[in-house]
């Protein structure tokens, strides 16, 4: 039965977490040539949100309504900010700079002097937000490919464990495998759970520790 609690516990966590990666926490731009730019905090090395000093630019989004057309319902969703409202906020708070995904001899992410940064940022494109298999905010879109198809390849697993042991549960209960006189589908179930158990140990070694 706790098996089971865990088992559930771990599925909501996982879930948290990709909600939490779909949507971001910080936002970037991404260059005409497909590379991320993060922004960091110069006093604190810190990375900053968009929010923390994008500025609000009211001419620069029109809201758009059912009567305006219904190419509006089949969009993508737009960003919270627009690539000028990120430059704009760029250059007005002196305190922030840019980080590349580029690594530097120290093998960390290579920060923009502010010159540097006010001129890179001249090749953004457009806003990104969030995590998805076709643009990354945290850096690479290859690593969130990665990590969505393995998480959620795993996660599955942890699923179809849950469901299976459920069903385990309640037959033990009914005594199911008694008037069978014999266990065997609880020992196989229960290498098949341990066996995920096993995997997450090198699923969390290589996305979480590495």
Do not use: C
């Given at each position: 039965?706790?098996?089971?609690?865990?088992?559930?516990?771990?599925?909501?966590?996982?879930?948290?977490?990709?909600?939490?990666?779909?949507?971001?926490?910080?936002?970037?731009?991404?260059?005409?040539?497909?590379?991320?730019?993060?922004?960091?905090?110069?006093d604190t090395?810190?990375?900053?949100?968009?929010?923390?000093?994008?500025?609000?630019?009211?001419?620069?989004?029109?809201?758009?309504?059912?009567?305006?057309?219904?190419?509006?319902?089949?969009?993508?969703?737009?960003?919270?900010?627009?690539?000028?409202?990120?430059?704009?906020?760029?250059?007005?708070?002196?305190?922030?700079?840019?980080?590349?995904?580029?690594?530097?001899?120290?093998?960390?992410?290579?920060?923009?002097?502010?010159?540097?940064?006010?001129?890179?940022?001249?090749?953004?494109?457009?806003?990104?937000?969030?995590?998805?298999?076709?643009?990354?905010?945290?850096?690479?879109?290859?690593?969130?490919?990665?990590?969505?198809?393995?998480?959620?390849?795993?996660?599955?697993?942890?699923?179809?464990?849950?469901v299976i042991?459920?069903?385990?549960?309640?037959?033990?209960?009914?005594?199911?495998y008694e008037?069978?006189?014999?266990?065997?589908?609880?020992?196989?179930?229960?290498?098949?759970?341990?066996?995920?158990?096993?995997?997450?140990?090198?699923?969390?070694?290589?996305?979480?520790?590495?």
């Amino acid at each position: 039965f706790l098996t089971i609690i865990g088992g559930a516990i771990f599925v909501g966590s996982q879930a948290w977490e990709w909600a939490t990666f779909i949507k971001g926490d910080y936002g970037a731009l991404e260059t005409k040539g497909g590379r991320i730019l993060q922004f960091v905090k110069a006093d604190t090395g810190e990375r900053a949100a968009l929010a923390d000093f994008s500025k609000t630019l009211p001419s620069e989004r029109v809201d758009h309504e059912k009567k305006n057309g219904v190419w509006f319902y089949n969009g993508e969703a737009l960003p919270s900010y627009t690539v000028n409202e990120v430059t704009e906020g760029l250059k007005s708070n002196p305190n922030i700079l840019i980080r590349t995904e580029t690594i530097n001899s120290e093998g960390e992410k290579t920060l923009l002097t502010r010159e540097e940064s006010l001129n890179k940022i001249k090749d953004a494109k457009l806003v990104v937000e969030g995590a998805n298999l076709i643009r990354n905010e945290y850096g690479s879109r290859l690593f969130a490919d990665f990590f969505f198809f393995i998480t959620g390849f795993h996660g599955f697993h942890v699923f179809s464990g849950v469901v299976i042991n459920i069903i385990i549960f309640f037959n033990v209960i009914l005594g199911t495998y008694e008037r069978r006189g014999h266990y065997e589908m609880v020992e196989k179930v229960g290498l098949y759970w341990h066996f995920v158990d096993l995997v997450w140990v090198f699923v969390f070694t290589f996305f979480y520790l590495v």
